[in-house]
């Protein structure tokens, strides 16, 4: 056995990779260095602001602007180390392999254990060993009774606990006997007591409760010596007298102590019953506070699936059987509450009419109700104590219910504790695993009201005999409490004075082992005189009776009402029953049954069922040949034996679920026995396989219908699990042999684990071993007298009989001894299995079917004992087993296939069992049969499987399929069985002996010959047949990964996880570590490269995620111009600061956001779903673990083979595992965790799935119930796979271990692993590449190759990576540059900016390492751009580029490390001997000193990182410094814009991008003459005025064609495009959707001239949705567009700002303490917060007035301002608040000075400001140009004051819809009460004289028009609103009509009144029409 199974635990299914496993392989493993953990905090997280605090505290330690004036010198800097041999000329073979001997130095061995395992539940393959079979317990509690005492101590107490269940009305423990006496009380019974045993002096007890539920007490119950009187006048005393007055009593109790003590002496050996108590065992539970309910709760419950030794609480529900049983009782568990000490103060006086149980019952339902009869009854007080605990896991000193001592059990003088026996209130099912025979005589009642004479004082004698003479009696019965263990007789307590006792006394008895016809219990009564009276004696025999223990060979138990006999039963009464009239005997009552008692057995040798009895029977009397067999009254010959037989064994069904299962061992075994050893009857060999095998598969089924909470996830029952693991073996096969002894290897092989185990355990009794005396660990004597019958019969090997036909099932360590005297018809067990199950039909079939596994697996273990014992091990597998076995094997697998593919729709949970079951057992043949004949059978069930799927499409079927592959898969020789070494060739051995080690290495040695290699590479015919199972697996996965395949879309997570299961295996097997050999192992998966190349579109894109974890700063770009209206759809058509890079002027960002092969077929097959991230990245890293392990040579001459197209392929996926394998950085890590990530997509699963009907609910409810949604039916075919998270949630106990918050070390660990991850996956990808360069360098198309790999490289370089990779990947690019420079600099033209950005970016890495490799690979770059063309105008025109747009967006730029790069490379520069002589050196310092200034910028920037505005003025002020040079000007807009969007300035971000495009087609205007590109900046001036400065105009303008200028990829057309698409995306976000439409003006053009009608459509769908927008926001209150303020810096602390005005712009509805508050804030900051005022008014400043040593700043809100002529322009809201050039604000003053005065002396001044450019610009505040001033006197403000008031009430009069609130707000404040200033004030002060100047006289008259119209528009308003209130408000309309009439009147004289000078004279109408109206007035009035 040992050598079968060598490497077993290394199959798949036994080498999880573990959590465990993993850290153990993640030991030692390096820190990797990265730079995104070095620093101190990247502030692309910005919710770090302490982070930004400590930046600004920075700036302010430093003196002011030193930073900004001082430039270092960069001559005095020190450089980093410089790189050895740099500059050496070595020949480019050289440099490869010197840098391929560095990569591979050092390198992780496996790959796998730097990833995590994937996320399955339980992996299908996993078989777990089953639990060894031992005692059941319940949950277990400790019971220590410490101390009981009454008011008054005269007397012994005895004392007895049991619990009791009230709604089962059962005693659910056997009772525990204890006292508390003291010494000297104990002496008042000397002479009635022998030495008490240490057994009976336990007080504590442990009890085991399998079925805890509300309805447990605890019942105690005191006795008391016999005495005169009843229990009441007994019980007076206790209850009269009180401790605390024991002085006064002290007579009365010596006299009561006096009786006790003549009680003692002459009635010592009786008991009285005397008070009783009970506790609710779950009150205490309870209320002792479960530590927290819930989670002990959870933990017990998900403890029950962990194995039983790793029990960590002892009293967990008992086997996982009993789990369905307490759902209703959850709250009921006895597993985690606090330990409890009770004291019970009071106890109930026993009733002497109310002994029975079925009073008890009643009482204690009764305890349970608040208005208790108990609690009227007066008590008797007394302290018990109590502590109630759970019991602890392997208790001290503990004796079991049959008294042997249970290890560890160190001193036997200690006081023991007692295991109490469980009567199970329920059925439990486990098999019997130990030897236990006892007997519990319950005597219930007695009735003798009807015998004559006085019998009175009633006891009972009970004793057990084995013949009739008295001395017969055995010693079997256990003592109570301080007495000896066991006695011969037993009395129970009598009730005083009573004819019909009834009796609550439990009398134990050890039953011998084997019992005959003449043992029966005796039972005699006595009258006890309880009064010494002369010649009475003490006891007086009343009457007699008994039952024979055995009644035709059955143990007899149950309840019994006998007869009594008045007079000593006659000889041989023992025989019979006395239920028989024997003649001349006397009886009680005639012969009636006037005594009830019960008797109950627990035992392990007595079925106590009929059917099991019968069988047992029988089959005994064939092993002893003893006929006529007597069952029950009949008598069997042996002729009709055969007949009786066969029914017996029919008849097993019949019998009770819970025998079966407790005699399941024996009754298997002797079933086994029968197929095996066919018993000989009357000459004829019987054959009873078929009757056996019928029954064998009924009672399977029947264990696994009943006890179906008992399974493991495969379905497997584990009573039988276990049964086949430890306990089923072969009967010896030679009937001569010695029977395998318990030293031999027999001991161990009956409990030996055999199949699919880790753990051997030598025998049985495991858990609980019991320390015995003797030395045969079987043997259950006590340790003081062993039992030798016991022990004759289990111990020894002749097995006496004892004339006992049942003995027979004693579990001995084996029952084969049995067999010596029967004839040697052998048959093997295995082929009659497989023989019986390929001829069963109908039922029988469907039976073995449902539980095929338990065949499967007897079918096995049998056939391995069979090679084991007859030592055929080492024969070769050829000729093992007979033909005839074969074809049944191949008839079953071929049938069994067939119902899998015909049955997999109805009844899928059935196929899902039996596909399993099938795998399983072809697993368990590959190790014992001919390989080759397994793969037929393999073959046989693939063929039906393929053939079904051909017809049907089903994913369920197909995931069947998979389970089945993945199981058969597990096997530990996997590798081997699919000959590694053998090249494409015939195989040459089929069967390599998988036993023999040598095969393992020998295996491996050959080398490979040069084939057609790419055989190897496909799933080509060759490579199937030589790697089989390799070969279905990996077709298995091209199928389902196929884009067509469409419906098994669902599988891809299951197929992926095989693949990846099975090369972690490989990864970690200690076989394969040598490289050579892992070489060889990764041959089996070459084909996965091409398959994994195939599925690349449907992989989950990395990419498009890449900015998610907010990197430092190197922006992946999106593909902008191509995918620019994607992105915009996808709402993010805000600018990320990555497309921001992406348009700048340098090709910054990574390429396209896909290479270019995904954009082509991107969009065509992503409709067919594409897989989770998770699967994808499993699927990446198999693929990496290939790469990474295969033969260098087999790959490249692949690769060469390979077209143009496929290494592009490659190089794609390349590309898209650097951006999976990326290092997320720590910050991710702890970010993660804070969030503790829930999956959203889990209900979408889960609905899919009900939707579906993937899972019928019925099947989802039989899962749950077995806690075992873990896995999906079938790999549930449909998505659920893909995230099977929420299952977790499900299984309601899983919550606490799913808790995220990991501790800081996790966390670091994690990193840790994370890190080393993504070196070693990018090193496994920079090796590819190098190989795919040396293929490339013989290829003819080799650019476009080179250009993906350089692709790859950069991209790699753009992620996070650690230090070690690199400066591998640093070194790798020079080689590269170096052997194909023209490459660079002619070709790959934008990949070369694109290294100029990495390269710098690394230049300015915070490692020096980094920046030491960084520096070198750029002056290479330099040298090597040098010598090609002698001058390198490109690289220094792209370095410039990216620096400045490195400056520009990266917030955590270090210019402190890129100074020291940029000595580096000026070190460099100067150490090049070569070159000394050339202009190269000083163009290399020109160059080092511009970027040096540009970083003296930077510094700058860096010093108004904090002031957005300051910032953008600087940003604004480089970019016009680089109005020559466009692509950098374009870089420095792009920052601005990058910087805009970041703080949702979309508008000024647009203007970026607007003036952008302008200067592009400034330039490309030149370049090319397209008549539909627009012509230069004039184009644009619609969108916005201040375009024209972008036009290139003035003389210093460079032309376009010159070297190295515009050859950003945005002068393009394509670039112009996308530049405008996302000017219109941030106008649209801004809200300005006017300035969208003047875009798209430009836009559509171009894409008509391209006839780009896709492109088309997009736009104009956009350009409906913003005039639709634009409709329905109107108004503008939607749309506010900003707030101005002007804003005045005074002080020479402000440095360049001092006496500068500007306009700011603010978000909209931004209030002036907002912007005064952030403003002083922010330079209260800068310069100390008493140094900065703010100015609170707005007139002019005298700086000469202010103090010099303080910042002033004035701040004051304007308004844009029109004059008259452009308000006809200007009509909509937009009209107004774009372009906006021309602001102004009011100051109002007095002529004394005061700035408010009465309304005749109050003037105004306007002040008019125009800034130098229109608003919105491309930054957010403008200087002031230009101020103009106008003053308006008193009447002229009052004009306006008017005008502006009538326009308000006439607005919110026509308002479409109408504004009810508003109206009133503002009628209120025009008709309202008088208000102060007023218009009625207005009116008297200017209307009521006529003024003296004539110039006024035109003022006078426009404002009494203006009264005239304002009335006119109150009236409207008024009427307006009355229509709009509702009854509630008519007060309030009547109010304010009342107010209008009011105010009408008082301004009717005053607006009627008329300058004469103005007017012709037509006074007398006038005069007459006044006083006219006036009358009518008036008399209204009255």
């Avoid at 009201?449 to 009970?462: C, D, F, H, L, M």
């Avoid at 792209?1438 to 620096?1443: A, E, G």
């Amino acid at each position: 056995m040992a050598c079968s199974f060598r490497y077993h635990k290394l199959g798949t299914g036994f080498n999880p990779n573990t959590l465990d496993k993993q850290k153990e392989r993640q030991k030692g493993l390096p820190k990797q260095v990265f730079e995104a953990d070095e620093m101190p905090d990247s502030s692309s997280y910005q919710d770090d602001q302490d982070d930004l605090k400590r930046r600004s505290m920075s700036i302010d330690d430093t003196p002011r602007g030193s930073w900004a004036c001082s430039i270092f010198d960069l001559k005095n800097s020190l450089p980093d180390a410089l790189l050895p041999h740099l500059l050496d000329r070595a020949p480019n073979e050289e440099i490869d392999r010197h840098n391929e001997d560095q990569r591979k130095a050092n390198r992780h061995r496996e790959l796998f254990a730097l990833h995590p395992a994937l996320d399955e539940e339980e992996p299908v393959e996993r078989h777990c060993v089953p639990e060894v079979p031992k005692e059941h317990f319940g949950q277990r509690l400790l019971v220590k009774c410490l101390s009981l005492k009454f008011e008054i101590e005269i007397e012994p107490i005895f004392a007895s606990l049991a619990l009791y269940d009230v709604k089962e009305k059962k005693k659910i423990s056997e009772n525990f006997f204890f006292d508390l006496n003291s010494e000297q009380t104990k002496a008042m019974l000397r002479p009635h007591i022998q030495t008490a045993a240490i057994s009976t002096l336990a007080r504590s007890a442990i009890f085991s409760i399998t079925y805890p539920s509300q309805d447990v007490f605890l019942v105690i119950k005191l006795e008391k010596v016999l005495q005169q009187g009843d229990i009441g006048e007994c019980a007076e005393p206790y209850m009269v007298f009180k401790e605390s007055d024991a002085a006064k009593n002290k007579e009365k109790l010596e006299k009561l102590r006096g009786q006790s003590e003549q009680f003692c002496q002459r009635l010592g050996r009786y008991r009285m019953p005397f008070a009783w108590t009970a506790i609710h065992l779950m009150n205490i539970v309870n209320s002792a506070g479960s530590l927290e309910r819930d989670t002990e709760l959870e933990m017990s419950l998900s403890e029950r699936k962990g194995s039983w030794s790793e029990r960590r609480n002892s009293s967990i529900m008992g086997r996982r059987s009993l789990e369905r049983t307490t759902s209703g009782d959850e709250s009921c568990s006895l597993t985690g509450f606090r330990p409890a000490t009770l004291t019970i103060t009071n106890f109930f006086k026993q009733e002497g009419d109310r002994l029975s149980d079925e009073d008890l019952y009643k009482f204690l339902a009764d305890m349970r109700r608040p208005s208790s009869v108990l609690r009227r009854l007066r008590p008797i007080t007394a302290q018990l104590k109590l502590d109630i605990s759970p019991a602890p896991e392997n208790p001290h000193y503990c004796l079991t219910p049959d008294l042997l001592q249970v290890k560890p059990y160190p001193d036997s003088r200690v006081r023991p504790t007692r295991e109490i026996l469980e009567f199970p209130a329920r059925d439990v099912y486990v098999p019997n695993t130990i030897y236990r025979n006892l007997l519990y005589v319950n005597p219930q009642s007695l009735n003798f009201a009807n015998r004559q004479g006085s019998a009175r004082n009633i006891t009972v004698k009970v004793q057990f005999m084995n013949g009739e003479d008295p001395s017969n009696a055995m010693p079997v019965i256990f003592g109570k409490s301080s007495c000896a263990d066991f006695y011969k007789e037993a009395y129970t307590a009598v009730v005083y004075h009573n004819r019909s006792p009834d009796f609550h006394d439990e009398i134990k008895i050890k039953l011998p082992a084997s019992l005959s016809d003449h043992h029966h219990i005796l039972f005699t009564f006595y009258h006890v005189s309880c009064q010494q009276k002369q010649n009475t004696p003490l006891e007086t025999p009343v009457g007699y009776t008994w039952i024979p223990m055995l009644q035709n060979g059955r143990l007899r138990t149950g309840h019994f009402c006998l007869p009594v006999s008045l007079e000593k039963p006659p000889q041989s009464y023992s025989v019979l029953s006395p239920d028989v009239p024997l003649p001349g005997m006397k009886w009680v009552d005639n012969h009636r049954g006037v005594f009830n008692v019960e008797v109950v057995a627990v035992s392990t040798i007595h079925t106590q069922d009929q059917y099991l009895d019968k069988f047992f029977a029988l089959v005994h009397a064939l092993d002893e040949h003893m006929f006529p067999v007597r069952i029950g009254d009949m008598r069997i010959m042996e002729n009709n034996l055969e007949t009786e037989l066969k029914s017996s064994i029919a008849a097993l069904n019949s019998s009770q679920l819970e025998p079966i299962v407790r005699f399941l061992h024996l009754l298997l075994d002797k079933l086994v026995l029968l197929v095996v050893r066919p018993p000989v009857i009357a000459g004829q060999i019987v054959n009873l396989g078929q009757a056996c095998f019928e029954v064998m598969a009924s009672i399977v089924n029947r264990l696994h219908k009943y006890l179906d909470t008992n399974q493991d996830m495969h379905g497997r029952n584990s009573l039988l699990s276990s049964y086949i693991h430890y306990v089923f073996r072969l009967p010896s096969t030679d009937p001569n042999s010695p029977s395998p002894g318990p030293g031999g290897l027999g001991g161990s092989v009956h409990y030996a684990t055999m199949a699919r185990s880790a753990v051997r355990p030598a025998s049985l009794n495991l858990n609980r071993s019991r320390s015995l005396s003797n030395s045969n660990p079987d043997i259950s004597g006590t340790p003081t007298s062993p039992d030798d019958e016991v022990r004759s019969i289990i111990g020894s090997k002749a097995m006496e009989r004892c004339g006992n036909r049942m003995s027979s099932h004693t579990e001995s360590a084996s029952f084969l001894q049995t067999l010596t005297g029967r004839l040697p018809t052998k048959k093997l067990f295995h082929e009659e299995l497989a023989l019986q199950w390929v001829v069963s039909s109908g039922s029988v079939r469907e039976g073995a079917l449902q539980q095929a596994w338990f065949f499967f697996e007897l079918m096995v273990k049998s056939i391995i004992h069979h090679l084991y014992f007859t030592d055929r091990l080492e024969s070769p597998r050829k000729n093992r087993f007979p033909e005839r076995f074969m074809d049944d094997i191949t008839a079953l697998v071929s049938t069994i296939a067939g119902d899998i593919v015909s049955r997999f729709q109805k009844d899928l949970e059935l196929v899902e069992r039996l596909n399993m079951s099938l795998a399983f057992f072809l697993n368990d043949l590959l190790s014992v049969m001919d390989r080759g004949f397994v793969f037929s059978l393999i073959r046989a069930y693939w063929k039906q499987v393929s053939t079904k799927l051909y017809a049907l499409q089903n994913p369920t079927l197909e995931s069947l399929r998979l389970d089945f592959l993945r199981i058969v898969c597990s096997h530990e020789h996997y590798v081997t069985l699919n000959l590694p070494c053998s090249l494409l060739t015939p195989p040459a051995s089929p069967s390599p002996s998988v036993s023999s080690a040598t095969s393992q290495s020998s295996g491996f040695s050959t080398h490979v010959q040069d084939q057609k290699i790419a055989n190897m590479f496909e799933l080509s015919v060759p490579f199937r047949e030589q790697h089989y199972l390799a070969g279905l697996v990996l077709s298995e996965l091209s199928v389902i990964l196929d884009p067509d395949n469409e419906g098994m879309f669902g599988l891809h997570k299951k197929v992926v996880s095989v693949v990846h299961n099975l090369l972690s295996s490989h990864d970690s097997d200690p076989r394969y570590a040598d490289p050579e050999v892992k070489a060889r192992v990764a041959m089996l998966y070459l084909p996965l490269i091409s398959i994994v190349m195939e599925a690349l579109p449907q992989l989950h894109d990395f990419t498009e995620s890449h900015n998610q974890w907010g990197r430092p700063g190197g922006p992946q770009g999106a593909a902008v111009g191509t995918s620019g209206e994607e992105t915009e759809g996808e709402g993010n058509s805000m600018i990320s600061q990555t497309v921001a890079m992406a348009i700048a002027g340098t090709s910054t960002a990574s390429p396209m956001s896909r290479p270019s092969s995904f954009l082509l077929n991107s969009q065509a097959s992503r409709q067919h779903g594409s897989f989770s991230a998770e699967s994808s990245r499993s699927l990446l890293i198999c693929l990496l673990w290939v790469l990474k392990n295969a033969d260098e040579l087999v790959l490249q001459k692949w690769f060469t083979d390979l077209s143009v197209s496929q290494l592009n392929r490659l190089l794609d996926l390349l590309y898209l595992c650097v951006s999976c394998f990326e290092y997320k950085g720590k910050k991710a890590f702890e970010r993660m965790n804070s969030l503790t990530f829930k999956k959203s997509k889990d209900m979408k699963a889960k609905l899919e799935e009900a939707i579906l009907g993937s899972i019928g609910a019925r099947q989802e409810m039989v899962r749950r119930s077995r806690g075992q949604l873990e896995r999906s039916p079938s790999g549930s075919a449909f998505g659920s796979q893909e995230n099977l998270r929420w299952r977790k949630d499900m299984t309601h106990w899983r919550q606490n271990s799913e808790k995220m918050d990991k501790t800081r070390a996790e966390l670091e660990h994690e990193a840790l692993i994370d890190g080393n991850l993504a070196t070693e996956a990018n090193l496994i990808i920079l090796d590819t590449l190098e190989i795919i360069v040396q293929t490339a360098s013989v290829t003819e198309s080799k650019e476009s190759i080179l250009g993906g790999v350089l692709k790859v490289l950069l991209h790699s370089m753009a992620c996070n990576q650690s230090a070690l990779y690199l400066q591998h990947c640093f070194a790798t690019q020079r080689a590269l540059v170096s052997k194909f420079p023209e490459l660079l600099f002619e070709e790959e033209t934008e990949q070369c900016a694109d290294l100029c950005l990495r390269l710098l970016r690394s230049c300015s890495s915070s490692i020096s390492t980094i920046r030491s490799h960084a520096s070198a690979s750029l002056y290479l770059l330099m040298r090597q751009n040098f010598e090609i063309g002698n001058n390198f105008a490109r690289v220094k025109m792209q370095v410039t580029m990216s620096l400045s747009s490195l400056v520009g967006t990266s917030q955590n730029f270090n210019e402190e490390f890129l100074r020291r790069s940029l000595k580096t490379i000026l070190t460099y520069a100067e150490e090049d001997l070569e070159l000394r002589e050339t202009t190269f050196p000083d163009q290399v310092q020109d160059l080092v000193f511009n970027l040096h200034m540009i970083l003296s910028d930077t510094v700058k920037m860096k010093e108004h990182q904090e002031d957005p505005e300051m910032l953008i003025d600087l940003m604004y002020r480089i970019a016009k410094g680089y109005q020559t040079s466009p692509d950098l000007r374009l870089t420095w807009l792009q920052n601005m814009a990058g910087k805009h969007s970041e703080r949702n300035n979309h508008a000024e971000a647009a203007q970026c991008l607007v003036h952008s495009a302008a200067l592009v087609a400034e330039y490309l205007s030149m370049l090319e003459d397209r008549k539909y590109l627009p012509v230069g900046c004039v184009t644009f001036q619609n969108i916005s005025s201040n375009v024209l400065e972008e036009s290139a105009v003035s003389d210093d303008v460079v032309s376009p064609d010159e070297e190295g200028i515009c050859s950003g990829k945005y002068f393009t057309e394509i670039g112009l495009v996308g530049l405008l698409e996302q000017a219109a995306a941030s106008f649209s976000m801004a809200g300005m959707y006017e300035a969208v439409n003047e875009v798209y003006k430009v836009l559509i053009p171009i894409h008509e001239a391209n006839r780009d009608a896709k492109k088309l459509a997009t736009i104009h769908g956009k350009l409906q949705e913003a005039f639709g927008k634009i409709v329905h926001q109107s108004t503008g209150w939607e749309r506010m567009f900003g707030t101005y303020f002007r804003v005045g810096f005074y002080g020479t602390k402000f440095g360049d700002l001092d006496e500068q005005e500007f306009v700011y712009k603010e978000p909209a509805i931004t209030k002036l303490a907002e912007i005064s508050h952030r403003l002083e804030g922010f330079y209260g900051e800068r310069f100390g917060e008493d140094q900065v005022e703010v100015i609170k008014d707005s007139n002019p400043v005298d700086k000469c007035k202010l103090d010099p040593n303080k910042a002033f700043i004035q701040i004051t809100y304007v308004e844009p301002y029109f004059d008259t002529y452009e308000m006809k322009d200007r009509i909509t809201y937009f009209d107004k608040n774009y372009n906006l050039r021309r602001f102004v604000y009011c100051t109002p003053f007095t002529l004394d000075g005061r700035a408010h005065g009465d309304l005749h002396e109050q003037f105004k001044r306007k002040t008019i400001l125009t800034t130098s450019h229109a608003f919105p610009y491309i930054k957010t505040r403008i200087n002031i140009i230009h101020k103009e001033e106008i003053i308006s006197t008193p009447i002229e403000v009052a004009i306006e004051d008017m005008q502006k008031k009538t326009q308000e009430l006439a607005f919110a009069t026509h308002q479409d819809p109408a504004d009810a609130k508003m109206l009133q707000m503002v009628l209120q404040g025009s008709v309202g009460t008088t208000v102060n200033q007023g218009p009625l004030e207005v009116a008297q002060v200017f209307l009521s004289e006529i003024p003296s100047d004539p110039k006024l006289y035109r003022h006078h008259n426009k404002l009494r028009l203006c009264f005239k119209d304002f009335t006119k528009r109150c009236e409207d308003a008024l009427r307006k609103n009355k229509s709009l209130i509702g009854p509630d408000q008519k007060e309030y309309q009547r109010e304010l009509e009342r107010n209008y009439h009011r105010l009408k009147e008082a301004l009717q004289p005053l607006i009627n009144r008329k300058i004469p000078q103005l007017y012709k004279p037509v006074l007398q109408v006038n005069s007459h029409r006044d006083s006219f109206s006036r009358m009518s007035l008036r008399k209204l009035d009255i």
